[in-house]
């Protein structure tokens, strides 16, 4: 296996996604924590569990960031999760610091990865990460389109008693209160959404979707994790197998939607390049506004770095 994907933080994200890629043999595995026996412990739990159930992937394991030499991905899941009545945003100086030595190792030891950054509070934690690599936006992306998306999905599935198979939308913005489902992309094999569900039920998902992580914080104590590494997966999947996959996910936009200076939920084009390219889709005056909303709250928080 010559292709490399380290992993900062072998918490329940981390650890879940070194699964994920492990059980798929998708690549070599390196996984970095603090804590190193986290990082061992979680790695030989994965192994054994290949030995049951028969995928061979070599994880290494420290606290040592050399190990991330020549890696093609370098996901960052290192940080503080939320707790029940926290917001993303409470997290956010706590993580900026973890963020900052993540960020420069990965200058020192893999100047040529692509970064995939999921800690919390995402937007703003990729912005930072933008800015202390000093890679070129489309290498450092944000997690959490897909996983909002598949949010959305899931709430719209139980509603409508349809597979979420046969489900596809995007949801734009920031990963937070203020993301934006954009129910006139929502298809169910090609029909609209709103030929399902009316208003008052389709604002009801919007809720939902924008509270999803919060529900399952209020449940766990702690923040999600199997949904948001399965949404770290395909990321990591598109750029090494070079899939151009179209999804959501957090980009530093040069002018598209009227943004700048600020890393928020777009749509985009995902392969070997890292982001390839930002697709411009014409949304409704309540959507862009909702989004310029979004970025503007993400904006501010840049400022308070
Ligand atoms: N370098 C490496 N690992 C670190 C560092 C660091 N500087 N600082 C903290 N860690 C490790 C911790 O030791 C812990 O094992 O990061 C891990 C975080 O794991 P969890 O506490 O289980 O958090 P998790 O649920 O995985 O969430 C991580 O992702 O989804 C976001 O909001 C979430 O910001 C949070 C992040």
């Known amino acids: 296996m010559k292709r490399k994907v380290s992993i900062i933080g072998a918490g329940n994200v981390g650890s879940t996604l070194c699964l994920y890629i492990a059980q798929q043999e998708l690549s070599e595995i390196v996984l970095i924590d603090i804590n190193r026996n986290i990082a061992e412990g979680k790695a030989l739990d994965i192994k054994q569990a290949g030995a049951i159930l028969g995928f061979n992937t070599p994880i290494t394991t420290g606290d040592d960031y ?39 190792n ?16 995402v937007d703003v934690m990729t912005y930072r990460m933008w800015q202390t690599t000093g890679f070129p936006s489309n290498r450092v992306m944000g997690q959490a389109g897909i996983l909002d998306t598949g949010r959305m999905i899931m709430f719209l599935a139980d509603e409508i008693k349809v597979s979420p198979k046969d489900i596809d939308g995007l949801v734009l913005g920031g990963h937070g209160d203020t993301m934006v489902p954009i129910f006139e992309l929502t298809r169910i094999k090609g029909i609209q959404v709103n030929k399902f569900l ?22 766990l104590k702690t923040s999600a994790y199997y949904a948001p590494a399965a949404a770290t997966y395909i990321m990591v999947r598109a750029i090494l197998n070079d899939e151009k996959r179209l999804i959501a996910a957090s980009c530093k936009p040069d002018g598209e939607y009227g943004l700048k200076d600020v890393y928020i939920g777009l749509p985009v084009i995902i392969g070997s390049n890292g982001i390839e390219k930002i ?7 309540d959507d862009l506004i909702k989004l310029k909303e979004s970025a503007k709250i993400y904006q501010s928080s840049i400022a308070e770095l």
């Open 279 to 285: 697709i411009s889709v014409e949304l409704s005056n």
């Open 198 to 219: 009316d208003n008052i039920k389709l604002s009801d998902i919007e809720k939902k979707t924008q509270n999803g992580g919060g529900q399952i914080v209020n449940l």
């Open 106 to 121: 990965i200058k020192k030891y893999a100047p040529n990865s692509k970064v995939i950054v999921v800690t919390n509070p």
């Open 66 to 104: 050399s190990l991330i030499e020549g890696s093609d991905v370098v996901v960052v899941t290192a940080g503080f999760p939320r707790q029940p009545g926290m917001d993303r945003l409470d997290l956010l100086h706590k993580n900026r610091d973890i963020i900052d030595i993540a960020g420069n």
